[in-house]
DNA sequence: TTCATTTGACCCAG
DNA sequence: CTGGGTCAAATGAA
């Protein structure tokens, strides 16, 4: 009831700052997922990079506001804010928004680093595309789909509420890169749906 | 040196 | 106007 993953659709913020005759509100539609931890998530899996840190009112804490660290290179639209929400048992709130589309092409084509001469593949159509084959999606080649299908499994049978902090907190992402991070298949809490779903 | 983080300014939506 | 999100120059670290 409280991390909630809620789901928003709105226009594309991103560089709305120049355009103000932004109409468009079907264009992108970002996804939004709240995760709280005991400890603020220092490494997900990802490559995040600070670009920004802000005063919120409505807390006390401050808010960081990190982005992949790839965005620039693959046009990757991750972005996470980070919380402080309690002090007593410190939660920090891992605020999700977008979706990983680097570190696909990171594995499919790493060549692509290279010929950086312009955009070859766009990934952008395929985010609003992909309702809940996002899994499936990510096996590029030789992925081994067997970790996926089991969790899955679970997450349709399991349905068990973990309110507490004291499993991982960096289990969000396990059956999006299951060979990505060994040591994730611990434990999914809240995810019983796809968050990926728009 | 390069690169990532810091920090205040800037911008936009409500 | 206020609050929230991003940019970008300055700073620090490797």
């Given at each position: 009831?409280?991390?909630?993953?809620?789901?928003?659709?709105?226009?594309?913020?991103?560089?709305?700052?120049?355009?103000?005759?932004?109409?468009?509100?079907?264009?992108?539609c970002?996804?939004?997922?709240?995760?709280?931890?005991?400890?603020?998530?220092?490494?997900?899996?990802?490559?995040?990079?600070?670009?920004?840190?802000?005063?919120?009112?409505?807390?006390?804490?401050?808010?960081?506001?990190?982005?992949?660290?790839?965005?620039?290179?693959?046009?990757?639209?991750?972005?996470?804010?980070?919380?402080?929400?309690?002090?007593?048992?410190?939660?920090?709130?891992?605020?999700?928004?977008?979706?990983?589309?680097?570190?696909?092409?990171?594995?499919?084509?790493?060549?692509?680093?290279?010929?950086?001469?312009?955009?070859?593949?766009?990934?952008?159509?395929?985010?609003q595309?992909?309702?809940?084959?996002?899994?499936?999606?990510?096996?590029p080649?030789?992925?081994?789909?067997?970790?996926?299908?089991?969790?899955?499994?679970?997450?349709?049978?399991?349905?068990?509420?973990?309110?507490?902090?004291?499993?991982?907190?960096?289990?969000?992402?396990?059956?999006?890169?299951?060979s990505?991070?060994?040591?994730?298949?611990?434990?999914?809490?809240?995810?019983d749906?796809?968050?990926?779903?728009?």
């Amino acid at each position: 009831m409280f991390h909630g993953a809620d789901k928003s659709c709105k226009a594309t913020p991103g560089t709305a700052r120049k355009s103000s005759k932004n109409n468009s509100n079907e264009e992108e539609c970002l996804e939004q997922y709240s995760h709280d931890s005991p400890t603020p998530l220092l490494n997900d899996g990802f490559s995040w990079r600070k670009y920004g840190q802000k005063k919120i009112k409505a807390s006390s804490h401050q808010r960081c506001y990190y982005r992949c660290a790839y965005a620039k290179d693959r046009n990757c639209n991750a972005k996470k804010r980070e919380q402080q929400i309690q002090d007593s048992p410190s939660v920090y709130r891992t605020t999700y928004v977008g979706k990983h589309i680097c570190d696909v092409n990171v594995f499919s084509e790493p060549d692509d680093d290279i010929a950086n001469g312009s955009k070859m593949i766009r990934f952008d159509k395929m985010d609003q595309a992909m309702p809940d084959s996002v899994m499936p999606r990510l096996a590029p080649v030789e992925q081994q789909a067997i970790t996926i299908e089991e969790d899955t499994d679970q997450i349709m049978n399991l349905e068990f509420d973990i309110n507490e902090f004291l499993v991982d907190d960096d289990q969000l992402w396990e059956y999006q890169f299951p060979s990505f991070s060994p040591g994730f298949l611990d434990d999914l809490s809240e995810f019983d749906h796809n968050p990926f779903l728009v």
